[in-house]
């Protein structure tokens, strides 16, 4: 009689540990809300967070580190016009990396900055 009950006993837990494996998946990545959205990039919604979070602290208004201000929207397009801000956003070799201390922007951030350049600076 007890070998009776341990098959059904044992499918039953082998269900319902299947049915939980699961519990631990982040919803972000199995139902897309962690995408890189880069339609409509702007410098108010999207590129000024950004910069705000990782440039301005270093080059901001006052006392601006190696005298690169990166404050506002026409600082912040005049160093990407001159190649500097996304080489070393991207930190490919061809400009001193940023932010300095081991950060970095993460792939969206650079898809972003790409698709904000490629969109002609809209603000």
């Known amino acids: 009689m007890v070998a009776r009950m341990i098959k059904p006993l044992v499918f039953s837990l082998m269900v319902v540990f299947s049915l939980t494996a699961c519990y631990y998946d982040k919803g972000e990545e199995l139902y897309g809300k962690n995408q890189c959205v880069t339609t409509n990039v702007t410098y108010t919604n999207d590129i000024s967070v950004f910069v705000n979070q990782s440039c301005v602290g270093c080059h901001g208004v006052t006392s601006p580190s190696a005298g690169i201000s990166l404050h506002d929207y026409a600082t ?37 900055l790409d698709a904000w350049i490629q969109g002609g600076f809209k603000q």
């Open 76 to 112: 912040v397009v005049e160093s990407v016009k001159n190649g500097k801000f996304v080489g070393s956003v991207k930190q490919d070799g061809t400009a001193s990396n940023m932010p300095k201390g081991g950060g970095k922007w993460s792939n969206c951030q650079v898809s972003k």
